[in-house]
């Protein structure tokens, strides 16, 4: 084989490594992403039922409820995703129902993303007070 053939490729292995190393750490920090906010959501729909629990049960008030669910927030993943929780009232099929609802930011870089993006609840089914 001449010299000049082999000459030709020199240096591609650093190249290529280069790039396929890119992009597989691109495709790592994505799917750890992913995982994160996963994580995030899954814990604030958590949240949100325990929340509605705590509202729910016959000697406690809506705003406990949101309270509960703000310090689980809080304490699990943030502070400021703990700042637009509501709690509202309406009828079920089996009676009074509670829902509280959690407006977060949906979390594209780390912990930060766009205000309000996911809307997320939790409900209980209200005790009688009677009972």
Do not use: C, K
Not at 58 to 80: F, K, M, N, Q, W
Not at 108 to 127: H, N, S
Request: aromatic share 4%; hydrophobic share 45%.
């Amino acid at each position: 084989m001449p010299q000049s053939q082999r000459r030709s490729d020199e240096g591609s292995a650093v190249a290529e490594f280069t790039l396929v190393s890119s992009l597989l750490s691109l495709v790592f920090v994505s799917l750890l992403q992913l995982g994160l906010a996963m994580h995030v959501r899954n814990t604030v729909v958590d949240s949100a039922i325990a929340g509605a629990r705590i509202a729910a049960a016959a000697d406690r008030t809506p705003e406990d409820g949101a309270a509960h669910t703000a310090d689980l927030i809080g304490a699990a993943v943030s502070e400021s995703y703990a700042r637009d929780i509501t709690v509202s009232e309406g009828s079920g099929p089996s009676g009074r129902m509670l829902t509280v609802t959690v407006r977060i930011p949906v979390p594209v870089f780390g912990l930060l993303g766009p205000v309000g993006g996911w809307e997320l609840t939790g409900r209980a089914l209200a005790e009688d007070p009677q009972l």
